[in-house]
């Protein structure tokens, strides 16, 4: 996956560079390039920002820096080989659509995103209207609250996908099932998890995942997932049908 991030705190992504998503980088699963805004700017100031149409508190992203930008990493990208098509165009902004799982196994099948993240309150509108005729562009949020740049949101919407992306996680199991995936594991958060030694600081381990025995392990893991939604997250246990719970059960 093809990966263009246009930002004026390029260095803000510097957390791709380690970990999970550096080693998908240096494996080739991952191919994130950043880019500089106030490179496409003319003046001595590199002036990205003005005050908004309308008056009101804040400043505006303008709109020719954005579209001299968009265009050259664009053109750049299809001069090289192998880039396809034309890239998704990912704004982050607290009024978008809301950023789920769903959305990152979508965007997980993209093979070329382009993020534009903006400071301030926000680009210009005309932005999203001009490369909306060309190109499939989302507003996106992740979560209810404000930000003062979208470089945050960003962070969290590449490791969502590419911890997706086949190959960047060691064990495949995990994925399916994370919490929040589709199918039986929709809107049934994980449950608890245990690890070594048996008994920490006086606190067992629970008895029943000592026992080996596979089909009450599943079940009993089933039954605290349950528990926990309905305990954190009762709104998404009323979206539990039956069948779910069913297939849940054939699944193990
Ligand atoms: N969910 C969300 C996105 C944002 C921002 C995106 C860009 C500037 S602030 N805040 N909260």
Redesign the pocket.
Known sequence: MRVDIISIFPEYFAPLDVSLMGKARERGILDIRLHQLRDWTHDVHKTVDDTPYGGGPGMVMKPEIWGEAIDAVVAAALAERGVPGEPRMIV???S?RPFTQEVALEYAEEPWLLFA???YE?IDSRVMAEYGSRLRVDEV???D??????EA?VLVMIEAVARLLPGVLGNARSVTDDSFAPGVMANLLEGPVYTKPPVWRGHEVPEVLLSGHHGKIARWRRDEALRRTLEKRPELASRLDPATLDAYDRKV
């Open positions: 982050p902004t607290p978008g993240p903006a400071r926000g949020g992740i979560g609250y404000v930000l003062a740049g979208g949101a």
